[in-house]
C-alpha cells in the first residue's frame, strides 16, 4: 500500500487551499448559502448558476441527482463514502440527506468551517445518515470506504494517476469510484457556436447580463469568428478573456481523457454518462422579467441536455462509475 502519498505529487497544496479560502470567503460575505435546498438569489454571480436557486436545481441539483441515482443503481443504500474536495460541503450534505455516512475532506480551511456551519444550521434531518467534515488534503486520507467521490475535485490534482491509485487503496474490495468532472477538450468551435447564437439572441432581444458583451460581435463576419473562437477558449479555460487566470493555481491540472485513462487503469467500467455541455455559463446571465427568466432558464437545461444526447452537442462534463478491480 502506498505510504499516504509518498508516491503522489501534491503540487502547491498551501497555493491552492489559499486560492478556495479566498473564494468562499467572498462568496459568503456576498450572501451565498452552501445548501442546495435553502440556496437564495445571490447577484454576486453575475454569470453563475450559482445566482440562482431554480440555476442551482437545474445544474448542480441534476448532477446530485445522477450520482444518487448511480449510488442506488450500482451500490446500494447507506454506503460510506468519501468525498473528496468537498468544498462548501454542499454534495456531501445531500448524500447525507439521503442516507449515506459521508466523511467530507478539503484542503481550504474556510470551506470546512462553512460547511460545518452549514451542516449545524440543517433543518432537514428526517433519514439524515452521517456526515463530518475534516481539513485533510487527500494523500492523508485513511479508513476504508464503499466509494470515493471525486465531484469537480480529480482535475484539481497534478498526478491523476496517483490520486486514482490511492483511491482504489481506500475502497473495499468489490467498491466503487464515482466521478463528475471536465472534459473541456471535446468543447468544439461548432459547440461554440450554439453557445454564439444563443447569447446573440438574448443579447438582441435584452435577455443577457451585458448587451454589449455580444452586439459588438456581431457586425461582421470577421468579428463574429473571432468571438465565437472566443466562447470556445472560455469554454475550455473555464473562465472570462478578461480573467487572468482559473478558480486555483491547479485548475484543470488533468483533461478528461487523463482522468478517464486513470480511472480504467484501475477501476473496472460500470457506467459512463455524459454530463452538461453549456448551461453552467450561460444560466446566470439571463435576464428580464421573472417568469421569462425562468421559462428560458428552463429551455436551455432541457437543450443541452437533448443535444448532446441526440444532437451530437459535445459535453463539458462526465459521469463515471467504476468498480475496484481485484488485480492490477
Known sequence: ?????????????????????????????????????????????????????????????????????LLSKHCGPQQRILDVGCGAGYVSLELARNGHQVVAIDISSANIEIARRTLAENPFREGFGHLQYEQLPFHLAEGIYDVVLFSVSLHHMPDVF??????????????????????????????????????????????????????????????????????Q???????????????????????????????RKYFDEIEYRNGFSFIYRLLGGIRGPESRIRALADFFALYDRLAVERYGLAPNHFYFLGRRKDAL
Not at 36 to 41: G, N, P, Q, S, W
Not at 214 to 221: C, K, N, P, S
Not at 235 to 252: A, C, F, I, K, T
Open 1 to 69: 500500500m502506498t505510504n499516504k502519498g509518498d508516491e503522489i505529487d501534491v503540487g502547491d497544496l498551501g497555493a491552492e487551499a489559499r486560492a478556495f479560502d479566498g473564494r468562499i470567503s467572498e462568496r459568503i460575505s456576498a450572501g451565498f448559502v452552501p445548501d442546495l435546498r435553502r440556496a437564495v438569489k445571490c447577484e454576486h454571480f453575475y454569470k453563475s448558476f450559482w445566482r440562482d436557486p431554480q440555476f442551482i436545481r437545474l445544474y448542480v441539483g441534476r448532477i446530485v441527482e445522477g450520482y444518487l441515482e
Open 162 to 231: 496517483g490520486v486514482v491509485r490511492r483511491a482504489r487503496e481506500l475502497i473495499r474490495p468489490g467498491g466503487y469510484v464515482l466521478c463528475y468532472e471536465p472534459c473541456h477538450e471535446r468543447f468544439r468551435e461548432q459547440d461554440a457556436a450554439q453557445v454564439g447564437l444563443i447569447r446573440a439572441i438574448l443579447a438582441l432581444t435584452g435577455h443577457w447580463y451585458d448587451e454589449g458583451e455580444v452586439v459588438v460581435h456581431l457586425g461582421d463576419e470577421t468579428a463574429l469568428a473571432n468571438y465565437i473562437s472566443g466562447l
Open 233 to 263: 477558449e472560455e469554454y475550455v479555460m473555464e473562465r472570462d478573456p478578461n480573467e487572468p487566470e482559473g478558480q486555483s493555481p491547479h485548475d484543470l491540472e488533468a483533461d478528461g481523457e487523463t482522468m478517464l485513462s486513470a480511472l
